[in-house]
C-alpha cells in the first residue's frame, strides 16, 4: 500500500520569508513525487515532480522541492513567499511498480501574511 | 489549448435523482481519472481509465456509481439514486501517461450539492 502524509494542516509564514510544507510518504520499491496547488474554488494545478535523478527539483512560481531517500520525505519549498502563493498544497505518491494511480496527502493549506 | 473541461460546473439536485457528470479531457492523453473531495476524506480516486478502458475501480463507492468511457474524448460520472452525503466535489484529471512519472491534469470540477 501507498500513502502520504501532510503533518501540518496549516503553514503561516511572513511575506518574503522562506517557507517549508513537509510531505512523508510510503510506496513499495521507487517513488514518483508529486506537489499540487488548489486555489479556491478551482482544479489541482501541477507544480513540480521528482522521477529520478538530481535530488533538488525545482517546478513553477518558484517552488523547488527535495528528495530524501533515507527519510522519505518531499518537503517544498520556496526562498520568499508571496502573498498570492496562499493555498492549498496536495503531496502525491505513484509508485514505480506498484498501483498505478496517484495517492494524494491530505493536504496543508499554506497562508502569506503580508 | 483548453484544459480539461468539465461540465456542470455546479450541480444541485434532490435526493433520489440521477446526476450525470461529464468530463472532456486533454487530447491527446490516453489516461483518464476520477477523483472526488471532501472535507472529511480530502481527495480521494474513484477510478481510472487507459485507452478508455477501466483499469482501477476499487474507489468507486458503491453500485449507485457508475463511470463510463465510450471514447477518447469523452468520459461520464453517473450517480443513480443520488444521496445527500454524494455531496462533494468531483474532479476528473487526464494524463499522457507514457510512464509513472507522468504528471495530471486537473479539470475546474463539478461541485455537487444532494438535498
Known amino acids: 500500500a501507498q500513502s502520504v502524509a501532510q503533518p501540518e494542516d496549516q503553514v503561516n509564514v511572513a511575506e518574503g520569508n522562506p517557507l517549508t510544507v513537509k510531505c512523508t510518504y510510503s510506496v513499495s520499491g521507487n517513488p514518483y513525487l508529486f506537489w499540487y496547488v488548489q486555489y479556491p474554488n478551482r482544479g489541482l494545478q501541477f507544480l513540480l515532480k521528482?522521477?529520478?535523478?538530481?535530488?533538488l527539483v525545482k517546478g513553477s512560481y518558484g517552488f523547488e522541492a527535495e528528495f530524501n531517500k533515507s527519510q522519505t520525505s518531499f518537503h517544498l519549498k520556496k526562498p520568499s513567499a508571496l502573498v498570492s502563493d496562499s493555498a492549498l498544497y496536495f503531496c502525491?505518491?505513484?509508485?514505480?511498480?506498484?498501483?498505478?494511480?496517484?495517492?494524494f496527502g491530505s493536504g496543508t493549506r499554506l497562508q502569506v501574511q503580508p | 489549448d483548453a484544459g480539461v473541461i468539465q461540465s456542470p460546473r455546479h450541480e444541485v439536485t434532490e435526493m433520489g435523482q440521477e446526476v450525470t457528470l461529464r468530463c472532456k479531457p486533454i487530447?491527446?492523453?490516453?489516461?483518464l481519472f476520477w477523483y472526488r473531495q471532501t472535507m472529511m476524506r480530502g481527495l480521494e480516486l474513484l477510478i481510472y481509465?487507459?485507452?478508455?478502458?477501466?483499469?482501477?475501480d476499487s474507489g468507486m463507492p458503491e453500485d449507485r456509481f457508475s463511470a463510463k468511457m465510450p471514447n477518447a474524448s469523452f468520459s461520464t460520472l453517473k450517480i443513480q439514486p443520488s444521496e445527500p452525503r454524494d455531496s462533494a466535489v468531483y474532479f476528473c484529471?487526464?494524463?499522457?501517461?507514457?510512464?509513472?512519472?507522468?504528471?495530471?491534469?486537473f479539470g475546474p470540477g463539478t461541485r455537487l450539492t444532494v438535498t
Open positions: 487530447s491527446g492523453h490516453n489516461s
Open positions: 521528482y522521477i529520478t535523478g538530481d535530488n
Open positions: 481509465f487507459n485507452n478508455n478502458v477501466p483499469i482501477d
Open positions: 502525491a505518491v505513484r509508485s514505480v511498480t506498484g498501483r498505478r494511480a496517484l495517492t
Open positions: 484529471a487526464s494524463s499522457l501517461d507514457r510512464d509513472r512519472g507522468s504528471e495530471q491534469y
